[in-house]
């Protein structure tokens, strides 16, 4: 059954040379996709501080060229799998702004009924498998789903995300050792922010080069800027292929930064604030693919269209999770087990 | 007397320690530079050095297996799980390896640490960060469960448990450590400087492992908690006017047994608090050790107020967590039973 896939792998490779990173309409998508994210989470973060939503709340503020690049080259049928700071995996991957922020709120509306919280969401249709809690743990999931895929024979991969913090759990190294004896196709993807909660990747981690720690197994692994959306594409694209034909695992280091705490409760006083500072106005993934829009003739007006769209439905998504109810007692009850019919 | 915060409590037992005993070494994530999430360890670092005070990689296996080898060799580690939730990934190297090396080897080896975790919900932290397993803990033989209610106990049991012979998980109510809680998330926050508990003698002192403290006495119903419970059952004995006898148990194993049974006689019936889950709890042991113990003494049937058996929610927490509404009812209906 497995290893089935030969016609849709060589109808890929065919497809090999490759344009110039990104043209103009795909940019425009992406600079639309990471400001969607951008904009939303920064509603969270008002919310939050409303205290309309409670709890770990964990912005992605800083890394969303990393998510919306990778995206880009999957195809449907494809899984992503990531830890709890997850809202702009999500919303990359087509989930429905209102249900997201629904379950931030903790009403009925949002996409585990308010019992998962920020951390916990998942759809089967969109292919976004949470959503975990847990540092590490979805790693070894990703992998499983990679096997799923490749049991199946399908052509299919599982795009497994954890931070460098994340890449010091024992579990990530069973993962890496498994998919590479088994020709696993998944994409580790490694979003290096420097800091895990407080402690820098300096102080937590002795591998220098993160994108090295799958060579013992032999996974090709590449350091990407991951603040520059159409280098992450471009690297994405060459791991999926990778995978696609049948190689195995691959690994990707993406250089990110996350702008704010690591959670809505961390006053962050473990770096400064010119290094924050610093970080957003050189590198700042939405401002860079504004800038290269611009080169490629778009206008301030279009922009601004695309601007006010994403306002809207963030406003939106807002407004419902305001809305819709928060869940019954009953309703917290359901889900521990499977229901039996009555 | 001075007054502490649970937090400053925790962090002034481990500094007493590390001054007193060069064998005692603190680490887990976040713990050393940033002095801990909940800065339980601030300044331990900078007084003490990076050889004593670390931060380590979050790697939970690794804290834990690496905290019996030390303790194998005659250090005194205490390791910080950031929350009892993240603590899985070490069970295993509780469980299989600091449990049992005493047994395994006949004495020849032992493991003498402690692993500090916070507990317990309260902080709208769903399920990641909410959990009581206190019953992970007290169904393996071979490992001490210790879980204080206030910063007077946190003190003197940390140091006691530093210093016992055998490896010791010491659960830390996160929704103490800034004040007493009694379940009522809409009263506004009460600091602990207004709670006698939080007098902390200055030094080392020890609360003795195995000793439970009545903070209420009553003849109506024997209440047995610990942790954040205790607090919530002071409210509801308060509210229901109900003259219940509070047992605050403090540790789990070693149980004071006599304790219990000395006011389960008394009152002739018995509640049982406790966050965590209902099935196969710890409520389910002192349940039946109670009636193992006093069943012609009891004049009603044992019950147990406890969370849901449903995994932590992230909304509708007050109706999950057993607040003193709900341990009023099981009072009155103990008396009226
Ligand atoms: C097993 C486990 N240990 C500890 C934690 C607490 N914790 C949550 S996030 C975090 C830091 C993770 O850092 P990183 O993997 O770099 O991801 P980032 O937050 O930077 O996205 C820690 C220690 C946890 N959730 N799970
Ligand atoms: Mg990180």
């Given amino acids: 059954m497995a290893q089935g896939a030969e016609s849709a792998t060589a109808r890929r490779r065919t497809r090999g040379t490759r344009e110039p990173a990104m043209g103009r309409e795909e940019l425009l998508q992406a600079y639309r996709d990471m400001l969607l994210i951008r904009r939303f989470e920064e509603k969270a973060g008002q919310l939050y501080g409303m205290g309309l939503i409670g709890g770990f709340c964990h912005l992605y503020i800083g890394q969303e060229a990393v998510v919306v690049g990778m995206q880009m080259c999957l195809e449907p049928g494809d899984q992503v799998i990531t830890s709890y700071r997850d809202h702009g995996h999500m919303l990359a991957c087509g989930m429905e702004a209102r249900g997201v922020m629904a379950e931030l709120t903790g009403r009925i509306g949002g996409y585990s009924k308010g019992k998962g919280g920020s951390m916990h969401m998942f759809s089967r249709e969109k292919g976004f498998y949470g959503g975990h809690g847990i540092v590490g743990a979805q790693v070894s999931l990703g992998t499983g789903l990679a096997f799923a895929n490749w049991y199946r024979g399908n052509d299919n991969v599982c795009l497994t995300y954890f931070g460098e913090g994340a890449s010091n759990q024992g579990q990530v190294y069973e993962s890496f050792n498994l998919a590479a004896l088994m020709k696993l196709p998944v994409v580790y993807i490694i979003e290096n922010n420097k800091y895990g909660m407080g402690t820098s990747v300096e102080r937590a981690s002795a591998s220098r080069d993160l994108s090295k720690n799958g060579a013992p197994w032999g996974i090709p692994g590449e350091q990407v800027n ?27 280091e993406m250089k990110t930064y996350r702008y704010r705490g690591h959670s809505m409760s961390d006053p962050a006083k473990y770096r400064t604030r010119e290094e924050v500072q610093r970080m957003r106005e050189q590198s700042d993934p939405i401002e860079t693919a504004r800038r290269m829009l611009a080169e490629q003739g778009v206008g301030e007006a279009e922009l601004r269209k695309v601007d006010d769209e994403v306002k809207a439905i963030v406003q939106d998504a807002a407004d419902f999770a305001q809305q819709s109810p928060e869940p019954p007692e009953s309703e917290l009850w359901t889900d521990v087990l499977v229901e039996e019919a009555r | 007397m001075p007054r502490r915060t649970m937090i400053e409590a925790i962090r002034d037992a481990l500094d007493v320690m590390m001054a007193r005993d060069p064998r005692v070494v603190v680490f887990g994530e976040d713990v050393g530079y940033f002095g801990g999430v909940f800065r339980c360890t601030e300044g331990l670092q900078r007084k003490y050095g990076p050889s004593r005070c670390f931060d380590t990689p979050i790697s939970e296996s690794g804290i834990v ?145 195995g ?127």
């Fill in chain 1, 226 to 252: 991951g603040m520059d959306v159409t280098a992450v594409k471009e690297a994405g694209e060459r791991a999926v292929a990778h995978c696609r034909e049948g190689k195995g695992p691959y690994l990707l």
């Fill in chain 2, 65 to 209: 297996g690496a905290a019996v080898g030390m303790a194998a060799y005659g250090l005194r580690p205490v390791a910080e799980i950031q929350f009892a939730d993240y603590m899985y990934p070490g069970y295993d190297q509780i469980v299989s390896e600091a449990a049992r090396l005493r047994y395994r080897s006949a004495g020849e080896f032992t493991a003498p640490l402690v692993v500090r975790m916070p507990c317990g919900g309260g902080i709208f932290g769903g399920q990641t960060h909410s959990q009581s397993p206190e019953a992970l803990f007290t169904h393996v033989c071979g490992i001490k469960t210790v879980i204080p209610s206030n910063p007077h106990d946190a003190k003197g049991l940390l140091i006691a448990s530093i210093e016992d012979e055998d490896p010791v998980i010491f659960l830390e109510p996160k929704r103490l450590y800034n004040g007493p809680f009694d379940g009522h998330p809409e009263k506004p926050a009460v600091p602990w400087s207004r709670h006698p508990l939080s007098e902390t003698p200055e030094g080392h002192y020890t609360v003795p492992l």
């Fill in chain 2, 211 to 337: 000793q439970a403290a009545v903070r209420r006495e009553g003849a109506a119903v024997t209440v047995l908690a610990y942790g954040t419970m205790v607090h919530v059952a002071e409210a509801a004995a308060e509210e229901t006017g109900v003259d219940a006898e509070i047992l605050d148990l403090r540790t789990l194993v070693p149980l004071d047994i006599d304790a219990i049974v000395r006011s389960v006689r008394k009152t002739g019936r018995c509640v049982i608090l406790h966050e965590a889950t209902r099935t196969s709890g710890f409520g389910a042991e002192l349940s039946a050790q109670v009636q193992e113990r006093c069943f012609w003494h009891l004049e009603a049937p044992i019950l147990r107020v406890t969370g849901w058996d449903t995994p932590y929610p992230h909304a509708q927490e007050w109706d999950y967590f057993p607040g003193a509404a709900r341990v009023g009812r099981a009072l009155r209906a103990a008396v009226e039973g």
